[in-house]
Nanobody, 121 residues
Framework: QVQLVESGGGLVQPGGSLRLSCAAS????????MGWYRQAPGKQRELVAV???????TYADSVKGRFTISRDNARNTVYLQMNSLKPEDTAVYYC???????????????WGQGTQVTVSS
C-alpha cells in the first residue's frame, strides 16, 4: 500500500506564511511528478503547483511569486512554501503523486487526505 500524509496547515493572518509537507510511504519503486492542489468551499479542485522528479516546476498564475514547491527525493517528500498569503488562498490543500510500485510497469495516482489552510484576520 501507498500512503500520502500532509502536514503544516492551519490558521494564518493575511501576509503570513505557512509551509506544507507531504510524505509518501509504503511500497514505492519510484515517484515522478508530485504536486499540490486546493479546493475552496463551493469551488472545483485546482492545481496550485507541480514539480517533476528532477526539479522542473509549474505554478498557477494566482500563486506565482508567492508560493514555492520543492521536493526531497530521498525522503519521498514534497513541500509547499506559501508566503504573502491572502484570504483567497483559504482552501483544503491536497498533495498528489504519480507513483510506480515494485514489479509494475505503470504509475498510479495517489492523493493525500488534505490539510486545511485558513487565511483570516
Amino acid at each position: 500500500q501507498v500512503q500520502l500524509v500532509e502536514s503544516g496547515g492551519g490558521l494564518v493572518q493575511p501576509g503570513g506564511s505557512l509551509r506544507l509537507s507531504c510524505a509518501a510511504s509504503g511500497s514505492i519503486f519510484s515517484i515522478s511528478a508530485m504536486g499540490w492542489y486546493r479546493q475552496a468551499p463551493g469551488k472545483q479542485r485546482e492545481l496550485v503547483a507541480v514539480i517533476a522528479r528532477y526539479g522542473g516546476s509549474t505554478y498557477a498564475d494566482s500563486v506565482k511569486g508567492r508560493f514555492t514547491i520543492s521536493r526531497d527525493n530521498a525522503r519521498n517528500t514534497v513541500y509547499l512554501q506559501m508566503n504573502s498569503l491572502k484570504p483567497e488562498d483559504t482552501a483544503v490543500y491536497y498533495c498528489e503523486a504519480q507513483i510506480q510500485r515494485p514489479f509494475r510497469e505503470y504509475e498510479d495516482e495517489y492523493w493525500g487526505q488534505g490539510t486545511q489552510v485558513t487565511v483570516s484576520s
